[in-house]
């Protein structure tokens, strides 16, 4: 189960994000993964869940954008949408392809509550 490592490695950037920024808990944590990724969604929802349980995105919704994969063709150079086990050019023919979206995972947005000015944030 790789949503483990996901949400591991997610909760580390949102701490370093509340260290940072002074937040004291998120309340949406919004993350765009592509779907070459073979994310389940409903496995890194519970991951998240265990995994933030105690910290500052305890009580975080964890909203999940599934970007579709698309290539680009080194031999025509015509972008397409390859289906997940061909990659060859629908124009073409060649299995030659630049992949330019559908591989990342990327934080995209996040909410949260910061400290009041006369308030004290722990360290």
Do not use: K
């Not at 500052?56 to 698309?70: C, H, I, K, S, W």
């Amino acid at each position: 189960m790789h949503e483990l490592s996901i949400a591991l490695a997610l909760l580390d950037q949102l701490e370093a994000l509340a260290a940072e920024r002074g937040i004291l808990r998120f309340e949406c944590v919004e993350l765009a993964a592509g779907v070459r990724r073979g994310i389940v969604p409903e496995a890194l929802e519970l991951a998240f869940r265990e995994a933030a349980r105690g910290g500052v995105a305890a009580d975080a919704r964890l909203e999940l954008t599934v970007v579709p994969a698309r290539a680009r063709c080194r031999g025509c150079g015509h972008a397409f949408a390859p289906a997940i086990d061909d990659y060859r050019c629908v124009r073409c023919g060649q299995a030659d392809v630049e992949m330019t979206s559908g591989d990342d995972i990327v934080l995209s947005r996040v909410t949260g509550a910061i400290a009041d000015a006369d308030e004290e944030v722990p360290a």
